[in-house]
């Protein structure tokens, strides 16, 4: 069974500009979310996909966008990155038949930037 | 609106001596309750999870948890601490009948000591 890989590991931008991260979902899953986790602090979520469709988004900006694939990868895409947005992105895969929703997380891509 | 409270932001405890990290929640309905380890430069890795029925939960390497739905707590237990249980851990929170979002408290930082 694979789990959860996400690429890449780290990554610096400037102020400005746009980034895209990704993730592939553990095998069998057909549901990803992702977060924000600060330093210090708890992730946050960001928003959640299935069948290739947005299904809840919390409190972030519409400049997190994101994209759920066939094959139930995803990416998750930051436009006018802000120095706030510096954080490690946890993608998390799930089955929708799962009504507890267990998420199972990936290692994260850890986002600077200056 | 979901939360979760980890009063404690650092637990120390000796080598063998009986653990215990604490949270709290609020939620509308019913709660699904899960704790997660974050080793450094790590993902989340699942631990345990309630649902319903028996208030004590079992889960990876030796965890348990007990749900009190009087107290609106969920804290994690082991009987016995090893040096490799030292991590940062994470409750975290849902409605059973709410979006798929999960609500995850700041984090506790366990020590264990040798």
């Known amino acids: 069974e694979t789990g959860v890989t996400q690429s890449p590991t780290h990554l610096i931008k400037t102020r400005g500009q746009q980034v895209t991260l990704r993730c592939s979902s553990q095998?069998?899953?057909?549901?990803v979310s992702w977060y924000q986790q600060a330093l210090g602090q708890g992730p946050q979520f960001i928003f959640q996909?299935?069948?290739?469709?947005?299904?809840g988004r919390g409190n972030f900006p519409p400049r997190f966008s994101g994209l759920q694939f066939p094959n139930y990868s995803s990416e998750l895409n930051v436009n006018a990155l802000e120095l706030d947005d510096s954080a490690l992105y946890l993608c998390?895969?799930?089955?929708?038949?799962?009504?507890?929703?267990?998420?199972?997380f990936g290692p994260g891509t850890r986002l600077t930037v200056l | 609106a979901q939360s979760v409270a980890q009063p404690e932001d650092q637990v120390n405890v000796a080598e063998g001596n009986p653990l215990t990290v604490k949270c709290t929640y609020s939620?509308?309905?019913?709660?699904?309750l899960f704790w997660y380890v974050q080793y450094p430069n790590r993902g989340l890795q699942f631990l345990l999870k309630?649902?319903?029925?028996?208030?004590l939960v079992k889960g990876s390497y030796g965890f348990e948890a007990e749900f009190n739905k009087s107290q609106t707590s969920f804290h994690l237990k082991k009987p016995s601490a090893l040096v490799s249980d030292s991590a940062l851990y994470f409750c975290?929170?849902?409605?059973?009948?709410?979006?798929?979002?999960?609500?995850f408290g700041s984090g506790t930082q366990l020590t264990v000591l040798p």
């Open positions: 996909y299935y069948r290739e469709e947005e299904n």
């Open positions: 095998s069998g899953h057909n549901t």
């Open positions: 939620v509308s309905g019913n709660p699904y």
């Open positions: 998390a895969s799930s089955l929708e038949l799962d009504p507890t929703d267990t998420q199972y």
């Open positions: 975290a929170v849902r409605s059973s009948g709410s979006a798929r979002q999960l609500t």
């Open positions: 309630y649902i319903t029925g028996d208030n």
